[in-house]
């Protein structure tokens, strides 16, 4: 704050010639030294945090329905909860004119092994929380058709060049085109699976943490994709599980932002809550990984 | 007791004017010839006015006055303040007086009678010859030769004046008479007084100024200072500069004309990232850039810290705040009009400088009476301060690059910019211009792999390292600026018809290149593979304008012209050599005409400029109209009211790119009418300003409404793996807002020591009704904002002290976060997001201090070289720019980002 002072000790003052500068500038100092004062103490305003649920829920064809009810975690200290207990909530899903509440098997997820869900169907999610009702609804997409592979059998050079060079040419193979029937842009995902109970890596990992088993593609409204071969991180046999999907899912791989420049609310179907309850449909094919 | 006449003043000046009308009116009814005294009690008989004057003075004074020409007593009264050293007041009593200065004045009203003075100087008593005459001339700096834009030149006495155009040429109408004395003030130099003389041709005049080589600091602020400059100065709301006076104001390594705005009010200064300029409420890329004529995209090196344009090169710049002329368009909020300096014209000149961040060198050659030239270079090096802002706002993690090996940073980045200008004056009515402009700033970050020695790892790619038949290598730069170019033909086709045709073309290139290449070399065939990123936006911006100005008299100025852009602008993100993730080409035309016309009225006291805009838009096909008005009245001598109101445009957009892992990246976009609307803001502006010899107090008050402006959004969802794709997502947000705001100013004008302390007042909101009904505050919104900067001459030295207070932005922050376990078995966090800036981040301040020295080598004249020494952050203040969330273990964490903290900096100024 030393410049006030600056300012106003170097103020020549003639009273004779200038009292009402005088009188004026006096002012503005002032003015401006209570307006720092004020600004030093402001205090910065606290925002309320909202008790909605967090729902997790996957209706996949001839699945049991399954669904995880949680809290999310607040980024203050001190915030309010409701008195809502996650186990003890009544969960309803309603399709075809039929209600049914899920029973609830401890730590937030509630289960119904006799509701398998049917495509072309419309299930609809409702329960109270902290005196709101949660509510959302989805259906089961189709099954995907005309899930095909372009080759069942990989061969792939193991890359380790622990001693040295490798000698002559390295040879990549062609990548694995998946290709599926997609007449209405609907979205589709690729999730590759490693089956092997302890699966060879194809490269050395070093001192890195070994990837898992899993890879997958972003959901696209395509109708194809391709699986680069340096995308197989271990022999053996692979599960190639072509998900049908709901946009609602698909924009769950969206980043909200992790910076106060850019962060947005997460896509949500869910109304009141947070989270997700959609439905999904698989095809499966298998491919072998081999060493070359 | 000066309050008590001031207040006096105002009373006797808003009491007596009806009186005064009436006395002025007063037609003369003969011809008179003689000596004033002789003169006036004759008139005084004739018309049965009093006058009453120190006689003594008077008699020094000889006339003829002509009914024809002077016509009434006020058009005589001018005629004698216009000719001679002498001040006139109708009194409260409908008496004339007629004294020397204020004190005889103040004295011939005490007594009213004759008071007996000593006169130890006065002018020659001179007869006018020629009355109600043209004036024209051109002002010219005394050392260099170069054009003095934007001048003012006031005939003493009266409230006729004018400003001189960006070739430094000026017309005044109707002059009183040829013994009057023209006063001509440019911020920067001393204020010069030119008495005319009758009997010699005095227009053509050619008006030569002087630098105010030490005391800038005086004349640092605004084009008000001077209190005859005030009476004249009808565009309201502008800020002017002297890029010559930014040296001793504190600085981070460049005297940077941008970061000297931000000192003022309505200019915000929080934002260290941006060297573009946020205009009241306004975003950088609502402020028009000007420079020669072009339009200038990017005014930001190295991370928005330095502005791109070089003070050595620039020899006026002008912000005007809100309200602007007709005569610029296609921004919704201010506008910064740049104009570059010619060169010596009287002897080849070479400076240099050095500073911790960069080297910059100029040098003007004049060939023969008709050419001169500029050339002006600055780079800057990797040294402390480079490597200091560049550490700072690199990312914090690269996780788009694939997944390799380690490796050390190899940076090779770098900023340089040059300025070129060529001015040839064919004939005294043509003057040919080329002016070029090139700034670019080149990032670098590519690593430099090392080979594992036999070590296990598959990591070889970097540099080019090859293993056999496969080599890979890696590239991480960005490279990105402007170049422009304006050539420019000014014909003086009369004293009163001038015109300027412009042709110029502008470029913006911004390229991100984040590849990895594989090359592999298999059965003598090689294949090469690309993956990653490569972004790349330019855009194109091809103009003509014709400006032409017809002053039909002193009252009455029109302006008038046409303009037309075409534009082109391509986006595209590439991805893993062939995917297209965007690809946009957009190409455009904007075309038409505007015309304004500056009236004076009630004695000069009242300007009014109306003015219309009229833009036709290839891309929606639709005309778009922008009536201006602009106003100003001097309520009293020292005291001016102004406003503004207008309708404004914006047709090309720059759009922020939300990127968190490798920075935000901006780009240029059209409008289109569907998606991305014309966005439109209306201002309405208010101001008073009181100004005192010593002392200038200003408020100012705006409003502006802003409709369909877009914020746009592109999320990136990376997948876990290598390999797979890329999605984006592109949104673009459209809404309404408004900004408003005051302004106060008080500032020191005159002494050893002088400064100012300006203080802003202001909200911006914004409502997207597709994300909320409510108005949310803009990114850019400041509360309060206090600027104080001081300084203070001391022999050689000058030292100089800046503080600034701005409350914190706003921002969004998660209220909580949640995981969710999708279907490929990955958990994915996610947060919950308050609304949208609901928070502040921590109030901004900071101090920095400089100190300078001028010194002389080589026998120069004047002190034109100089030391300075100078400390950013003084207190070393932690500044928040924003903050970064992560979830770890259900827990969320929170860090700052923070600007920069305490920086010294040394800069040297050597001319030869």
């Known amino acids: 704050m030393s410049n006030f002072i600056l300012i106003s000790h170097r103020q020549r003052i003639n009273f004779k010639q200038n009292i009402f500068e005088f009188v004026l500038n006096r002012l503005i100092l002032t003015l401006c030294f209570l307006f720092a004062l004020y600004s030093c103490t402001k205090d910065d305003d606290k925002i309320a945090f909202n008790d909605i649920p967090v729902v997790e829920s996957y209706l996949i064809k001839n699945n049991p329905v399954s669904l995880t009810i949680s809290r999310k975690t607040p980024f203050e200290d001190n915030v309010t909860l409701s008195n ?27 289960r119904d092994p006799s509701l398998l869900p049917q495509e072309g169907i419309t299930y609809k999610l409702e329960f109270v929380f902290n005196n709101q009702l949660v509510t959302s609804s989805t259906d089961v997409p189709k099954k995907p058709i005309g899930f095909n592979q372009s080759v069942a059998v990989l061969e792939v050079q193991t890359f380790d060049f622990g001693g040295g060079f490798p000698t002559g040419p390295i040879t990549m193979p062609e990548p694995v085109k998946l290709t599926w029937t997609n007449n209405d842009e609907s979205y589709y995902m690729v999730v590759i699976e490693n089956t092997e109970v302890s699966p060879v890596p194809i490269r050395d990992f070093g001192d ?28 053996g046999n692979h599960r190639l599980i072509l998900y049908h999907m709901n946009p609602e899912y698909a924009e769950l791989y969206k980043d909200n932002g992790n910076s106060s420049q850019n962060l947005t609310n997460p896509a949500t179907n869910v109304k009141n809550g947070l989270g997700i309850f959609t439905g999904l449909n698989a095809d499966t094919l298998m491919l072998n990984v081999i060493k070359k | 007791m000066k309050q008590f006449s001031f207040i006096l003043f105002l009373l006797s000046v808003l009491t007596i004017n009806l009186k005064a009308q009436t006395v002025e009116n007063f037609k003369l009814t003969k011809n008179y010839a003689g000596t004033l005294d002789e003169i006036l009690p004759e008139v005084g008989l004739d018309l049965n006015v009093r006058f009453i004057f120190d006689k003594d003075y008077l008699k020094k004074f000889k006339t003829v006055l002509m009914t024809d020409q002077e016509k009434t007593v006020g058009g005589m009264l001018k005629m004698f303040r216009a000719s001679w050293d002498m001040i006139t007041l109708v009194g409260n009593d409908g008496f004339i007086y007629i004294a020397k200065d204020k004190e005889q004045l103040d004295q011939l009203q005490n007594h009213k009678e004759v008071v007996k003075t000593e006169i130890t100087q006065y002018r020659k008593k001179l007869v006018p010859v020629k009355r109600n005459f043209l004036l024209s001339g051109d002002l010219y700096d005394i050392e260099n030769g170069e054009r003095i834009p934007f001048a003012t030149i006031v005939i003493e006495g009266t409230t006729k004046g004018a400003t001189s155009d960006q070739n430094g040429h000026f017309v005044l109408e109707k002059v009183p008479a040829d013994t009057a004395v023209v006063v001509v003030t440019y911020i920067g130099y001393h204020t010069k007084r030119i008495e005319l003389e009758p009997q010699k041709e005095n227009s053509p005049l050619k008006i030569e100024l002087k630098q105010q080589s030490v005391g800038i600091a005086e004349v640092f602020v605004t084009g008000r200072k001077d209190d005859k400059a005030l009476k004249q100065s009808t565009v309201t709301q502008e800020i002017k500069m002297s890029p010559v006076a930014l040296k001793i104001l504190p600085n981070i390594g460049e005297k940077d004309i941008m970061r000297g705005f931000q000192l003022m009010p309505g200019v915000s200064a929080s934002n260290e990232g941006s060297a573009g300029m946020y205009v009241r409420g306004g975003t950088p890329d609502q402020n028009l850039i000007l420079y020669d004529g072009f339009t200038v995209y990017n005014v930001d090196h190295l991370y928005g810290f330095y502005s791109a344009f070089n003070s050595n090169a620039i020899k006026d710049v002008q912000l005007h705040k809100g309200g602007f002329d007709s005569k610029f368009g296609g921004r919704l909020s201010s506008v910064t009009e740049i104009t570059g300096k010619d060169g010596n014209s009287k002897k080849a000149t070479v400076g240099a400088e050095i500073s911790l961040l960069s080297m910059n060198t100029y040098l003007e050659v004049p060939f023969g009476d ?18 200091k802002i560049s550490t700072l706002n690199k990312p914090a993690t690269n996780t788009s690059r694939p997944a390799f090996g380690g490796g050390s940073e190899n940076k090779a980045s770098y900023f340089y910019d040059l300025n070129g200008k060529v001015t040839f004056k064919a004939t005294a009515k043509d003057v040919y211009t080329l002016s070029i402009f090139n700034g670019t700033d080149y990032l670098d970050n590519t690593p430099q792999f090392k080979m594992p020695a036999g070590g296990g790892g598959m990591a070889p790619p970097g540099g080019g390292a090859s293993m056999g038949d496969i080599s890979m290598s890696n590239t991480d730069f960005s490279r990105y600026g402007n170049v422009g170019a304006s050539t420019n033909w000014d014909r003086k086709i009369n004293e009163k018809l001038t015109s300027n045709l412009l042709a110029s073309f502008s470029d913006f290139y911004s390229t991100r290149d984040e590849r990895r290449s594989i090359t592999i070399n298999l059965d003598g065939v090689s294949t090469i593979r690309k993956s990653g990123i490569l972004e790349d936006n330019n855009l194109i911006d091809l103009s003509v304008k014709d400006n032409w100005k017809y002053v039909f008299d002193d009252k009455n100025i029109f302006e008038f012209g046409g303009f037309g852009t075409y534009y082109s602008i391509n986006y595209q993100y590439q991805q893993n050599d062939t995917l297209s993730i965007i690809d946009k080409e957009t190409k455009a035309a904007i075309a038409g005409f505007y015309l304004q016309n500056k009236m004076m009225y009630l004695n000069n006291l009242l300007t009014i400029t109306p003015g219309l805009r009229l833009n036709f838009f290839s891309a929606t096909n639709k005309i778009y109209f922008e009536p201006r008005l602009n106003a100003s009245y001097i309520l009293a001598p020292k005291v001016t009211i102004n406003g503004a109101t207008g309708l404004y445009y914006q047709f090309a957009n720059r759009v922020v790119r939300e990127d968190i892992m490798s920075g935000n990246r901006d780009f240029w976009i059209l ?10 803001s209306v201002h309405l502006n208010l101001g008073i300003n009181y100004d005192l010899p010593d002392f200038l107090y200003s408020a100012e008050g705006y409003y502006k409404r802003n409709q369909n402006i877009s914020e746009y959004s592109m999320r990136y969802s990376f997948a876990p793996q290598p390999g797979s794709a890329v999605q984006t997502t592109e949104q673009f947000f459209v809404g309404n807002g408004y900004t408003m705001g005051i302004e106060l100013l008080a500032q020191k004008k005159a002494g050893k020591f002088n400064g100012w302390i300006s203080y802003t007042l202001g909200q911006v909101k914004n409502r997207f009704p597709t994300q909320s009904d409510q108005y949310f505050f803009a990114n850019q919104d400041v509360t309060n904002e206090l600027k104080m900067v001081g300084i203070y001459k001391w022999g050689n030295f000058d030292f100089s002290a800046s503080w600034i207070y701005a409350t914190g932005r706003p921002y969004t922050a998660p209220v909580g976060a949640y995981s969710l376990t999708l279907i490929d078995g990955t958990t994915s966090s996610y947060y919950a997001v308050s609304d949208k800036n609901a928070y502040r981040l921590p109030a901004y301040h900071r101090m920095d201090v400089a100190a300078s020295y001028r010194f002389n080598l080589f026998k120069q004249k004047g002190k034109q070289n100089s030391l300075s020494f100078s400390v950013f952050n003084l207190y070393n203040r932690i500044n928040v720019s924003s903050k970064q969330f992560q979830v770890v273990d259900d827990v969320i964490l929170q860090s700052d980002i923070s600007y920069l903290g305490i920086t010294p900096n040394i800069t040297l100024s050597v001319k030869f």
């Open chain 1, 84 to 110: 809502d207990i996650l186990d003890q909530l009544q969960i309803k899903i309603s399709y075809n004119n039929q209600t049914r509440i899920i029973p609830s098997v401890g730590e937030g997820v509630y």
């Open chain 1, 208 to 235: 890195n943490t070994p990837p898992g088993r899993f890879f997958r593609n972003e959901p696209t409204q395509g109708n194809q994709f391709e699986i680069q071969s340096m995308s197989f991180q271990y022999y």
């Open chain 2, 370 to 387: 008709r050419i001169t030239t500029l050339f002006a270079f600055r780079r800057s090096y990797q040294g402390y301060l480079y490597d």
């Open chain 2, 671 to 680: 409008s289109d009418g569907k998606e991305i609307p014309v966005s439109s």
